[in-house]
Structure formats: C-alpha cells, structure tokens
C-alpha cells in the first residue's frame, strides 16, 4: 500500500499571518465555531502514516507518543512529509491552526520516505493504535488513514473492525484515481471498507476535485485543494489530495468526541459519528447521497459551504464562483476591509438590528445588534 499521493503547491519558510492562522479548509469547515467550547481536549487521534516532523514547533506539544513499524526507518519521524502535513491538519497549534488544535496525536508509521508499505505493517501499526494505552490512561478514539491501495486485504480489514468495536472512528481517505464522474467508480481500501468513514475532496469553492473517488461508500467530501498545512523542517506546504480531506474529518470527529464527552461524560460511538456526519453534511451534488460527494461537506455552520470573495470598490462579490452583488461597494480605510454590516450579516445567514441613538452616554451615537 502506499500515500494517496498529492499534487505539491508550493513548499513556504512562512505563513500568511503574523497570528496564528487557520488556514482556509479549516475555515470552510467552521471549526471555530466549536472553539469557543472545545478545541479537542481529551481526544487522541492515531495517524497511521509516514511519521511526524515531532520536531516541528507547531505540532511538538501535541505528540503524546509513537512507534515505527519500518524496519529499516527505527525512529516515528517523518523523512517524507506526508505524514506532517496531515497532523498539521488535525492538530496544528502554532502558527497555524488545526481543525483540533489542542487534540493529542499518536504517531503510527507504517510508511516509509517513500510513502510506501505493507499490509502487514500497517496491520500491526493499526493494532498497535487500538491497544495503546497512555501515562495518563488514554486510549485513541479516532484514527487516520490518508493511504490506500486497490485491493482489499482481509488481516487489515479484520483489525480495523476490531478498532471499530473497541469504539475508535477510522477516518479514511478516498482515493485520487477519480475523473469526475459520478457514473465510474473508482475504489481504494480501507477506504471503501463499509466500517470506515470514506473522505472525498473538493476544491475550496466546494466544487468535487477532479481526482476525487466516486462510488457508493463515499461518506462525505472536505477540503483537499491546495490545503496549506505543516511540513518538514520547519517549513510548511500546499498539498492536494484526498490525503488532505481525510485529516480535515478526523480533526472534525475529533471536536465531535471532546465535545460529546464533556457533556455526557463518555465518548460517542463510531456509528453515531457516522450518522452525525451524514446528518450534518451540506448537499452539495444531487439530493441526498450521490456517489460524488457522498452525503456532502461537513461543517460545523448547516449554512456554511460558502467560498466568499468581496471586491473592493466594486458592488459584485463571489459565492463559490458565482457572480452576486451588494448594494453598497466595499472598500479600503486604514488597511482595513469596510463593508455594510445588514449586507454581510445577511450574507452570513445573520440577523442585525440598528439601535437608535438616545441620551444614555454608552449609546449617543447609535449601534447595532447582530445575532448569530
């Protein structure tokens, strides 16, 4: 078996924000709508992959632990980068920002640097997961597998569904091998496994990527486009595949499993993540399931699954490509983007209220009520 090999953007010594910086997929997930209660405490999630930079600054706090299942590669580090870019994903907490930024990761290798390895290897890493047990008396809840191959094998199939049954949500990526097409199945396992969740991509526009497997088991899609997230040597990378869009859902079950444990004091079990998923997931393909998108992109926003861009000086703006206009023209003061405020909170599925001016000195000028 092997990555599900991405397409390589472009290879940064910086990000795009002096801030820490949540980089757009994380963004169309709406993740930070889940911050403000969890941003993954108490949750580990295994990537079974080529390893982890442990050295990078914004992934080094959340490692709690790893092994290597490569012979020939001893130490869980990560000489390839496919691995890195993918917990960046789940769990950056640094310059950038994860979809979980405060979940904890386990380090599977089962990969070499060249991407590439055995069933039986991954079938002990995957093992090795669902059996771990931390200092503190943690367990894994969520794996992920941005691998695959086109043939199933039955001693992996086997362990998975153990992992499954022992309550872990396994969180697969598609494949890349797609045309686009709804009408040709293209099948990669684990993927395509029925215990396992399987991730397509789209672009950043939410339109389906044009490698993206189509068949009957797709779950849902996440971002997978030029996916800006951690890399080797301190660097960071953009990268596509369905590789990328499986670690967006992971970091999402991932908030799911903190969140459902504070307020049940116990952990959700894979079939309700996978219902959850399909429940919440926006339609973007046919109605209901289609074997492009699945059940559709999940996001924490039900109105989300927009890609909005806003024009300066000019009344037309952009929703997922398509021309929109507003009644007022945004503009530029003190570097600063000005826009009406009823306008974009309509935009946004808000509502707002302006608040008369009176005497009471905290409101002599006026104000506005905005509620989301």
């Known amino acids: 078996m092997w990555i599900i090999k991405p397409e390589i953007g472009g290879i940064y010594d910086h990000t795009l924000s002096d801030n820490p910086w949540a980089p757009p997929g994380v963004s169309l997930m709406a993740a930070r709508r889940m911050w403000s209660t969890t941003r993954g405490e108490g949750v580990v999630v295994a990537i079974i992959d080529t390893g982890v930079d442990y ?4 992934l080094a706090q959340n490692i709690v632990d790893g092994r290597s299942f490569i012979s020939s590669e001893k130490d869980y580090m990560d000489y390839n980068g496919h691995g890195t ?10 310059k950038i920002l994860g979809v979980a930024p405060l979940t904890r990761i386990l380090v599977v290798k089962v990969l070499n640097k060249n991407g590439q390895g055995t069933y039986s290897d991954i079938t002990q890493g995957i093992s090795w997961a669902r059996q771990w047990v931390g200092t503190n008396g943690e367990r894994v809840n969520v794996i992920n597998m941005s691998l695959g191959g086109p043939l199933p094998n039955k001693t992996m199939h086997r362990e998975l569904i153990r992992a499954v049954q022992d309550g872990i949500t396994v969180v697969c990526a598609a494949g890349n091998f797609g045309d686009g097409k709804e009408a040709t199945q293209e099948v990669s396992y684990p993927a395509y496994f029925p215990e396992c969740l ?8 939410t339109r389906v990527a044009s490698f993206s497997n189509s068949n009957d088991r797709i779950d849902v899609v996440a971002p997978g486009v030029k996916t800006y997230s951690t890399y080797l040597e301190n660097k960071y990378v953009e990268l596509s595949g369905t590789s990328m869009a499986s670690p967006h859902i992971a970091g999402a079950v991932a908030l799911i499993y903190s969140r459902y444990y504070q307020r049940f004091r116990k952990y959700p079990t894979p079939e309700y993540i996978k219902e959850h998923l399909h429940y919440q997931a926006i339609d973007l393909g046919k109605i209901g399931f289609d074997q492009l998108y699945g059940y559709g992109l999940f996001s924490f926003n039900i109105d989300g699954g927009k890609s909005i861009r806003l024009i300066m000086n000019s009344h037309k703006y952009l929703v ?15 570097d600063s983007a000005c826009v ?32 989301s």
């Open 85 to 94: 870019h993918v917990a960046g994903t789940i769990a950056a907490n640094g």
């Open 55 to 58: 050295h990078h600054p914004d």
């Open 320 to 334: 997922n490509g398509k021309d929109y206009y507003l009644q007022k023209e945004p503009f530029w003061y003190n």
């Open 198 to 205: 399987a991730v397509g991509a789209v672009e950043l526009n």
């Open 340 to 371: 009406s405020i009823e306008e974009i909170s309509d935009l946004l599925s808000c509502d707002s209220n302006p608040v008369p001016a009176d005497d009471n000195p905290p409101n002599s000028n006026g104000g506005m009520d905005i509620w």
